[in-house]
């Protein structure tokens, strides 16, 4: 069965440290998603691309990056670690043409 | 600006009875409409939508229902059940935003046996 996975699930890093947290999706999806979730603040989106080689920024990008070099992975980097970056990550995939999005499980990241 | 909000974070019901869970939008290029239901420890998972052309949109025990002239949708759930218990998040699209969604706040149903 297709699916969209997310490692580590859990993660406890310092700050100014890099942290770099895995999506793969075998759904063969064109749009993966980066969100991260706060209380009060829903899901917000980091990044997104559309394909291979395509990344753009979302509303809350300062602090992350990301690179697509296939359709399956979409990783995210965080340069330089900070404690307001402690959340609850995740990767999410659709297809062109449809807004539905399935999401990964999630990463729960604690920036100490 | 929060174009997507969910004013209530909590709903408590008793199982068997109607859930109502609300959402309001500020956007009017909004044109698509999305649930998603969130267990912890797990992603989101999708549940239903509706397009502007539409005013309700049923499956199962969910309807969701779009008041474009308010700017308000609503998610039914009937009857409710102790598994429904979870955080809901409303989402919002338009045709210029390439999938992207804009998620509300989430709300936390709980239903009581």
């Known amino acids: 069965d297709a699916e969209i996975t997310q490692s580590p699930r859990h993660k406890i890093t310092e700050t100014g440290r890099q942290v770099t947290l895995a999506c793969h999706q075998t759904w063969n999806h064109n749009n993966m998603f980066w969100y991260r979730q706060d209380l009060g603040h829903g899901l917000r989106l980091i990044h997104y691309?559309?394909?291979?080689?395509?990344?753009n920024k979302g509303e809350v990008s300062d602090g992350y990056s990301v690179s697509r070099s296939n359709t399956e992975d979409l990783p995210l980097t965080l340069e330089s670690a900070a404690s307001s970056q402690t959340s609850v990550y995740f990767c999410?995939?659709?297809?062109?043409?449809?807004?539905?999005?399935?999401f990964g499980p999630g990463t729960r990241l604690t920036v100490l | 600006d929060q174009q997507v909000k969910q004013n209530s974070p909590s709903l408590s019901v008793q199982e068997g009875r109607i859930s109502i869970l609300n959402c309001d939008y500020t956007n009017s290029m909004f044109d698509y409409f999305l649930w998603y239901k969130k267990y912890p420890a797990e992603g989101p998972t999708f549940l239903i939508s509706i397009s502007s052309i539409k005013d309700k949109n049923e499956d199962g025990r969910f309807t969701v229902f779009l008041n474009k002239s308010a700017k308000h949708l609503s998610l039914h759930i009937v009857p409710s059940q102790p598994g429904d218990s979870a955080v809901y998040f409303c989402?919002?699209?338009?045709?210029?935003?390439?999938?992207?969604?804009?998620f509300g706040e989430g709300t936390q149903l709980t239903v009581n046996p």
């Open positions: 989402a919002a699209s338009d045709q210029t935003s390439g999938s992207r969604l804009t």
């Open positions: 691309s559309y394909g291979v080689h395509d990344t």
């Open positions: 999410a995939s659709g297809t062109s043409g449809t807004d539905t999005q399935y």
